[in-house]
């Protein structure tokens, strides 16, 4: 065999020894994982916590995720292919499958994940899940179970259920303390002496807890949720019957509360009647007062006007006596200067012609004898007569027919 056969078989052995140790040798670490080894020969341990390649040097690995979802359900659609629930036993004595999830956040710095291998012994994380971390919501839904009924747990305190188990999982279990009370068996329906557990707390009112299983280990919990209380039928028909009593209760408070409200509605509504009755009335009776004071003002402005034309007239009437008593003394004093001037002989004749007028008119119409005893043919008595009533009147009148000497007649 020549020296170019015997380097071709070797190159040969070398790939296949290179094959079979290969995956010995070099590892990769895969995103959302990191990687424990063991040294082959030291047995030192050591982790690498990022992407990539790095030399296994037929070291012993074992993958861990960095973050992981636990299940406690069930559902056979989520996580394993058989129930996972967790059973729990209220103070009552009632048993609950309770199932949910939880996301595990695993350690993130190269000591805690070496840490939880050699420390805490768990050297795959199926181990640590069964081991540390189901032991740990376990015991946290028991103790909470153990801090009420199953009726509290179904309606008034399914809350504070769920809140009391999230606590305990980040900070510990409970320091407790054990009371007993009386209460109804839901199964029976008896009444029992029942221990109750109590939180302790401090000064402050705070819990006090155990010290928490998972310190130190660089893992948290979160995102804890409990999706279902599955009571057994024994329990779960007491409760609905006990809670349609309740219901009935509620109801017929809720009617007697709705009753009593709407007593209290018709009552303020009638009140907010009289309220308005009495509101239109005060509005009418000002309407009636403002109408009236209005009135009353238009009177009194009225009143103040005829006063002031009654002033004005009063005094108008006034100067109209003034200018009339003024107007007569100017006419008498007129009258008097005429009568002074002429001795009012115009008034005289005319009174003169009138009074003789009148006479002859009468002394016309005398009856007279158709024979006339006497001589002259003159009647004597009509001319006496005559002369005798026009000297009369000339007296009566103070009237002087005489021509005064030297007065010119027709001027």
């Not at 052995?13 to 063991?38: A, D, F, M, P, R």
């Not at 007593?263 to 005060?282: D, F, I, M, S």
Request: hydrophobic fraction near 40%; charge should be positive; aromatic fraction near 6%.
């Amino acid at each position: 065999m020549n020296k170019k056969i015997l380097g071709l078989i070797l190159i040969g052995v070398v790939i296949i020894v290179g094959l079979i140790l290969g995956g010995s040798l070099i590892e990769t670490v895969e995103k959302g994982t990191y990687q424990v080894k063991q040294a082959a020969v030291s047995g030192k341990m050591s982790a690498k916590m990022d992407p990539g390649l790095w030399f296994q040097m037929f070291g012993d690995i074992e993958p861990w995720p960095k973050a992981e979802t636990f299940f406690f359900t069930a559902d056979i659609l989520e996580g394993e292919k058989i129930d996972q629930s967790i059973e729990v036993r209220f103070v009552d004595g009632s048993l609950c499958n309770l199932s949910g999830t939880l996301r595990i956040i695993l350690p993130i710095t190269e000591s805690e994940a070496i840490s939880l291998t050699t420390v805490r012994g768990h050297k795959k994380y199926k181990d640590m899940e069964q081991k540390l971390i189901l032991p740990t919501i376990r015991n946290v839904l028991r103790l909470t179970a153990n801090l009420m009924t199953a009726r509290e747990s179904y309606s008034t305190q399914r809350a504070d259920y769920v809140m009391w188990a999230r606590d305990q999982i980040i900070n510990g279990l409970y320091q407790t303390t054990a009371i007993e009370k009386k209460i109804k068996d839901l199964v029976s329906g008896e009444m029992v002496t029942k221990t109750f557990k109590v939180v302790k707390v401090d000064e402050n009112g705070n819990p006090l807890y155990h010290p928490n299983p998972l310190k130190g280990t660089g893992i948290r919990l979160q995102n804890f949720e409990i999706k279902k209380f599955v009571y057994e039928k024994k329990v779960n028909n007491q409760i609905a019957t006990q809670q349609e009593a309740l219901m009935a209760v509620a109801t017929a408070k809720a009617k007697a509360q709705e009753a009593e409200q709407n007593k209290l509605t018709l009552e303020a509504q009638g009140k907010a009647n009289v309220a308005k009755a009495r509101y239109e009335e005060e509005q009418i009776k000002v309407r009636a007062v403002v109408v009236a004071n209005r009135e009353k003002e238009v009177q009194v402005i009225a009143g103040e006007q005829r006063k002031a034309v009654a002033k004005l007239d009063k005094e108008a009437a006034a100067l109209t006596k003034q200018q009339q008593i003024l107007l007569g003394q100017g006419e008498a004093e007129r009258k008097r200067l005429v009568l002074a001037a002429d001795g009012a002989l115009k008034q005289k004749l005319e009174t003169y012609e009138k009074v003789m007028s009148i006479w002859a008119d009468a002394f016309s119409k005398r009856k007279v004898p158709s024979v006339i005893m006497g001589g002259g043919g003159v009647d004597g008595d009509a001319l006496s007569m005559s002369d005798v009533m026009s000297l009369m009147a000339m007296r009566q009148l103070g009237l002087d027919l005489s021509i005064p000497r030297g007065a010119t007649v027709g001027k």
